[in-house]
């Protein structure tokens, strides 16, 4: 079997030291973080998101949430955070209607999270959609947001400046939704997932993150890197991880493997 070039292993030291130098100083040059999530019923995600972005070094961070839970703002205080609301459904989601907050808040920031907590609801897939279209700008998406771009992935996988951050069963999905001649099982050896998500990102300009045990895998443009990974639960690392890797992304946007790989390794619990 020909050697595994694609694949770049990283230990207890960053493979790539100069991301992590060259990190920036001062929140003027940090950057700008828009993260998107919440309903009526579950918006801990959103709130998550912006305290590991602030952990992370974003410069500033901003939360757009529905509307219609404007009386839970203890949930998003802090120092650094901005809370923008955009119009929601009756059950409280995101309307279809949001587009153009959600415009609105994407003109100030230079990236993107959709964090998560949005919920079942045709009206948010819709404004979700138009969102990925409408805007160039880099957007990282993890958590139940992943679910309204698995089912349907012929547009984000021809998107460039998109992340995900995906668990096992929903990369699974997104490869049988996709045809993808690979099926992706919980039980598959860490070889055979790495060589899947080279093929898969040599073909898709997408970056995907995933969890296989304790170990995480970054792939983007057919290189795989993996980490030893032990912080979190199976249940709780996706929106933490999606978290950093929106803002070493953000402050990196030339070098996109070595900034999220890099991101990997400044996680604590």
Do not use: C
């Not at 895998?217 to 639960?233: D, K």
């Amino acid at each position: 079997m020909a050697p595994r070039t694609y694949w770049h292993k990283q230990g207890t030291k960053p493979l790539y030291p100069d991301v992590i130098w060259s990190k920036p100083e001062n929140k003027q040059a940090s950057g700008k973080l828009l993260i998107i999530g919440g309903h009526a019923y579950g918006f801990s995600a959103p709130a998550i998101a912006y305290q590991e972005a602030i952990a992370a070094g974003i410069g500033s961070a901003r939360v757009l949430i529905p509307d219609h839970i404007k009386k839970q703002l203890e949930h998003f205080q802090g120092p650094s955070l901005e809370i923008s609301y955009a119009p929601s459904t009756p059950s409280g989601s995101f309307a279809s209607n949001a587009l153009a907050e959600m415009h609105d808040a994407a003109s100030w920031a230079d990236s993107i999270l959709l964090a998560g907590d949005l919920g079942k609801n045709s009206e948010t897939a819709i404004v979700i959609e138009k969102l990925l279209r409408a805007t160039q700008r880099a957007i990282t998406i993890t958590q139940d947001a992943a679910e309204y771009v698995i089912m349907h992935p012929e547009t984000i996988l021809k998107r460039s400046n998109t992340a995900l951050v995906l668990s096992i069963t929903q990369l699974q999905r997104l490869f049988k939704n996709n045809k993808s001649p690979v099926a992706i099982t919980h039980t598959m050896d860490l070889m055979h997932l790495i060589d899947a998500l080279h093929d898969f990102t040599q073909d898709n300009p997408v970056a995907v993150v995933v969890r296989h045990q304790d170990t995480m895998l970054v792939a983007y443009g057919g290189n795989v890197s993996s980490t030893i990974y032990p912080h979190y639960s199976e249940t709780t690392w996706q929106i933490p991880v999606a978290s950093h890797i929106a803002v070493w992304w953000l402050q990196n946007p030339t070098k996109v493997f070595q900034a999220m790989t890099s991101a990997l390794i400044q996680i604590d619990e």
